[in-house]
């Protein structure tokens, strides 16, 4: 299953994004500590590039369920001078946790373009990371 959300890159739409990926892992049969490390690593990686994000950005997250997996692709358009996502931070740290791969990259901007910064996270069902 594939799904993507696209909002004004605000902080008004993370806690929307944040449900929809913890109702994705409800129904992918996820259990309950999943699920909670799920939508707290959606709310941590939408809030970094909220943080980032240009005045006028776009927020768009990808969600793609696997069986046992789920895959978030967010990325958010950013001005030429926008700092780098910061992946030596502790909340950076906080995100490796709660998520099962983590990774950032970014596109720089062209002119009269915005840039693209993006995270990559997959979270596994309790099920597939057990021996």
Known sequence: MFLELRAAASTNAIPTI???????????????DSIDDLRMAVDDLCAM??????ASGTLSCRFTVRSERI???????????????PTR???????????????????????????????????LAATAQQP
């Open 49 to 54: 590039l909220v943080r980032v994000a240009a």
């Open 89 to 123: 931070t502790f909340g950076w740290r906080v995100l490796e946790c709660l998520a099962d791969e983590v990774s950032a990259g970014s596109l720089p901007a062209e002119q009269g373009e915005y840039g693209r910064v993006c995270i990559n996270l997959v979270k």
């Open 18 to 32: 944040r449900t929809v990926a913890a109702d994705l892992a409800a129904r992918a049969d996820f259990d309950l």
């Open 71 to 85: 895959e978030v692709a967010a990325e958010v358009d950013v001005d030429e001078a926008a700092d780098p996502l």
